[in-house]
């Protein structure tokens, strides 16, 4: 019974992984479909619209050779890396640790629950002018701008991975004389760690998508701006370029914060 326990997950992840292969060239297969010359010798979508993956793949190759507007694609990469690890990093050190704050003391819940509360549903990007006018056009505002969409997801997700541990597992602590850091240390920040990994990939999300909203600000680099900038002049291959290259970096990122949630939290799931 325990090794047809022990067989059963890795053979449902290799499952889950075929699937996801099978997902992705489905998805290239109807690209490839609606994109290539089978109807009278034309495409279901015009090239203006939708290229075919052989002329994206194309320009991708173009642009890794020549770059864009005298910048390279890796200079473009980094500044939008820069940005988005700059913004991810700041708000996980500080809102995760206000947010077990909250978690564990109503008083501190009370005096920055309601802001927290009411800035997450507000529109990040209508508070583009006001940021200019505070920071400039600048990398300040860039950051800022992401910052805002990503704290109140992982402050309110640390908070809540705090309240949802058990209160036995802390009054066993308690009766075995733990300390109140022990307690901290040993009992509430493990079993919290779920929860804030769960907020953490969502933010990676949003922050991507924040990033083409901080890369509107008078800049002149960076893949979402390469993409905004080139369907000025309808250039639908570079567009397509950099939102491939977008939701690969958000895949990827994402890929690494469920391998590291797996390798910390590596009881995730198996508690009775």
Do not use: C
Not at 106 to 132: F, G, H, W, Y
Not at 175 to 199: D, E, K, N, Q, Y
């Amino acid at each position: 019974m325990s090794s047809a326990a022990t067989q059963a997950p890795g053979a449902a992840r290799h499952r889950s992984r075929w699937i996801n292969l099978a997902s992705f060239a489905a998805l290239f297969v109807l690209w490839w479909l609606i994109t290539a010359p089978l109807v009278n010798g034309q495409p279901l979508v015009a090239p203006l619209f939708l290229p075919s993956p052989a002329s994206v793949w194309a320009t991708f190759l173009q642009l890794m050779q020549n770059g864009y507007q005298g910048k390279t694609m890796a200079y473009h990469l980094g500044i939008s890396l820069f940005r988005f690890g700059l913004s991810f990093a700041l708000s996980v050190l500080v809102a995760v640790p206000l947010g077990l704050w909250m978690g564990m003391n109503e008083t501190v819940k009370a005096v920055l629950d309601p802001p927290i509360e009411i800035s997450r549903p507000m529109p990040k990007l209508a508070l583009l002018p006001l940021l200019i006018i505070w920071f400039g056009i600048g990398e300040v505002a860039k950051v800022v701008i992401i910052v805002l969409a990503l704290f109140p997801i992982l402050s309110i997700s640390a908070m809540q991975a705090v309240r949802g541990v058990g209160r036995r597992k802390v009054q066993a602590a308690m009766a075995l004389g733990a300390s109140r850091s022990m307690i901290f240390r040993r009992v509430i920040f493990p079993a919290s760690l779920p929860g804030i990994f769960t907020g953490i990939r969502v933010s990676i999300g949003i922050g991507v998508t924040m990033l083409v909203g901080a890369e509107m600000i008078a800049t002149n680099a960076g893949i979402a701006y390469m993409a905004m900038s080139a369907s000025d002049f309808l250039l639908t291959n570079v567009v397509i370029v950099g939102a491939l290259i977008m939701a690969i970096l958000g895949y990827v990122l994402d890929l690494l914060a469920r391998a590291l949630e797996n390798k910390v939290v590596h009881w995730g799931g198996k508690e009775g």
